[in-house]
């Protein structure tokens, strides 16, 4: 089998359950497993890029796209153990394995969101008026003040990945994320998904106006 050097590359490749990397978001790794320390080493002395894969559980394989990783910052403790902060960088799909040991490598290929002519800001303006609603309510709850993170980015495809790496418990939910190549797609989803939780928080809100009134009579 042969492919184009310019749109592929081997990748030393690291499958991690129930984790899902997004470009341009942080991942901080501990690295403590033989093989994956070899890796570490081993990237530290290139490019410094590995690909993240999400461990299929159900199937017990990994998935067959990802995000590439780009250490920023390590630092080596004992044992040889490493703690490493990473950097999503460009999706990609894995088209083979080349090796399996000892650990995994993937001739992979980089994929994008196919361009659109369609003007995506109402959108992401829509996304970020639920977001902040699902702040407001969740600080109401917690009777504690949240303040929205700084790094919320305004551009529809950066806001698309922030809000995906911002879904806490719902890895399966990200990776569908993940493979979307449609950034109006991917905020759809994300309007659907905030809409949902922006509603089951104002019921809880309600309940628990309804609590509190009855408490003072």
């Known amino acids: 089998m042969t492919f184009s050097s310019i749109a592929v590359r081997e990748l030393p ?11 341009g978001r942080p991942l901080p790794l501990h690295i403590f497993e033989y093989r994956y320390r070899i890796m570490m080493n ?10 993240i894969l999400m461990w299929d559980q159900e199937k017990n394989q990994p998935s067959n796209i ?3 990783a780009e250490i920023v910052q390590f630092q080596r403790l004992p044992d040889d153990r490493m703690k490493v902060l990473t950097l999503g960088q460009q999706r990609f799909r894995v088209l083979e394995y080349t090796r399996e040991k000892p650990y995994r490598v993937g001739l992979v290929e980089w994929i994008e969101d196919k361009p659109t002519s369609q003007d995506l800001r109402p959108l992401g303006k829509e996304v970020d008026t639920l977001l902040n609603d ?9 009777d504690q003040d949240i303040e929205m993170p700084d790094d919320v980015p305004e551009l529809p495809l950066e806001l698309s990945y922030w ?9 399966e939910e990200q990776q569908a994320l993940l493979e979307m190549q449609n ?3 991917r905020l759809q989803r994300e309007v659907e998904i905030l809409g949902s939780t922006r509603s089951h928080l104002a019921a809880k809100s309600v309940l628990k106006d309804t609590l509190t009134d009855v408490d003072l009579d």
Not at 42 to 51: P, Q, Y
Not at 134 to 142: A, C, E, G, Q
């Open 66 to 68: 990802g995000c590439c």
């Open 183 to 185: 950034t109006e797609e």
């Open 134 to 142: 699902v702040v407001r309510l969740s600080s109401k709850l917690m």
């Open 13 to 23: 490749l690291f499958p991690l359950p129930g984790v899902v990397l997004f470009p």
């Open 163 to 171: 809000i995906a790496s911002n879904l806490h418990g719902v890895p």
């Open 42 to 51: 081993t990237i530290l002395e290139s490019d410094r890029r590995f690909g």
